[in-house]
């Protein structure tokens, strides 16, 4: 999967942030983007939506990055992992608190997906 990310970041407009949005969650609605849109910052590298879940803070997705970051990770070896290349940046991480667990969900089997689209309808 890394491999696949930086393709997709390689063809990047090189001085903007980059959205990167898994295919596999689909039902992540319009405001979580615009929230983290509005909260870009000259002073961080990573933006990422959080949650709340049994009283423990869970980073989820969609993430921005800014050029820079994107830039090192374009730049990492192929059997790199974005998680733990972003966990090395903490201090340039941040993080937006929403109250939706849908920047959590992982539909990796069809019937996740129809579980999770009947809730959406």
């Given at each position: 999967m890394f491999t696949s990310i930086k393709k997709g970041?390689?063809?990047?407009?090189?001085?903007?942030?980059?959205?990167?949005?898994m295919i596999d969650q689909p039902f992540v609605p319009e405001e979580i983007y615009g929230k983290?849109?509005?909260?870009?910052?000259?002073?961080?590298?990573?933006?990422q939506p959080s949650t709340i879940v049994d009283d423990l803070p869970r980073a989820g997705h969609p993430i921005i990055f800014n050029p820079q970051f994107r830039d090192f990770v374009i730049s990492?070896?192929?059997?790199?992992?974005?998680r733990e290349l972003i966990r090395q940046h903490t201090s340039k991480r941040k993080f937006l608190e929403v109250e939706d667990n849908r920047i959590l969900q992982n539909l990796n089997t069809i019937e996740d997906f129809e579980k999770y689209k009947e809730i959406e309808n």
């Open positions: 970041l390689s063809h990047a407009t090189r001085d903007l942030p980059t959205l990167l949005h983290l849109i509005e909260n870009l910052d000259i002073e961080h590298q990573i933006f990492q070896p192929d059997d790199s992992n974005l």
